[in-house]
């Protein structure tokens, strides 16, 4: 099933997963991963947060869901994403536009290099 995932901004450290491209709301969980195909960055929600300074549900991981979670490993690579520096989300400095398993884990997502 493809999902989206993103940090819940109300019960963190839990990820929120919603059906499709931010729709529907299906769950919260401390931990998942998924094959993430893509990004996805509403650029009329990114200029709110910018502007207004108000939360925002405008971005996420979207891929397809796993039935099981990829635990991280120190050597996998936190995905970041700050709306107020970044236009997109970022691995060590670099854009990140989806590929290879993410794994949401307590708050923090990680792009897992060797599964």
Request: glycine share 8%; charged share 20%; hydrophobic share 35%.
């Amino acid at each position: 099933m493809q999902v989206t995932i993103r940090p819940n901004l109300n019960k963190r450290p839990y990820t929120t997963i919603h059906k499709d491209k931010l729709g529907l709301k299906l769950d919260s969980r401390l931990c998942i991963s998924i094959i993430c195909n893509k990004t996805v960055i509403r650029m009329s929600g990114l200029k709110k947060v910018r502007t207004q300074g108000e939360k925002s549900v405008f971005c996420g991981l979207v891929g397809e869901l796993l039935n099981y979670v990829v635990i991280p490993s120190p050597q996998d690579k936190l995905i970041k994403f700050n709306p107020a520096y970044n236009d997109s989300f970022m691995v060590n400095g670099e854009v990140y536009k989806g590929g290879g398993i993410v794994t949401a884990y307590h708050g923090r997502y990680y792009l897992i290099n060797n599964y």
